[in-house]
Structures are given as C-alpha cells and as structure tokens.
C-alpha cells in the first residue's frame, strides 16, 4: 500500500462524512479498503510468525501450532 492509496482512503471517508459518495466513489471505497485490510492482514499474519508461546511444561512452541493445539482440544 502507498501513500497515494492511503491518502484517497482518508480523501474519500472524509467526503463521505461531510458530503456523501457517489456509487463509484463508494466502489472505489470498497476496493481499496479490501486491498488495505488484506496487506493489514498479512503483516500481522507475519507478526504471529515471529511469536512463541511457553508451554506450562516450559517447552517453546511457535504460536500457530500452539493456537491450532488449543483449539483442537
């Protein structure tokens, strides 16, 4: 994401606020709110990469596998 596409998002829900959008305007909206939550997505995605758990038997699990044990119980 750019600052170009960051800075229409914050163009367009400012006019929406003040005037309203028109429907293309609102697709437009639309689109790149799906392109800025799929990168938010994938970078904290990244970040639970990163993030380990300690087991309560002290052993050191990556925080996927551990959530994904969690859950299966």
Known sequence: MN???LNRINELAKKKREHGL???EQAEQKKLYKIY??????QFDRTLDNVSIKEKDG???PFK???TKKDKK
């Open 3 to 5: 600052k170009s596409m």
């Open 22 to 24: 028109t429907p293309e």
């Open 37 to 42: 939550l799929g990168e938010i997505r994938t």
């Open 59 to 61: 052993s050191v699990a």
């Open 65 to 67: 596998s551990a959530y």
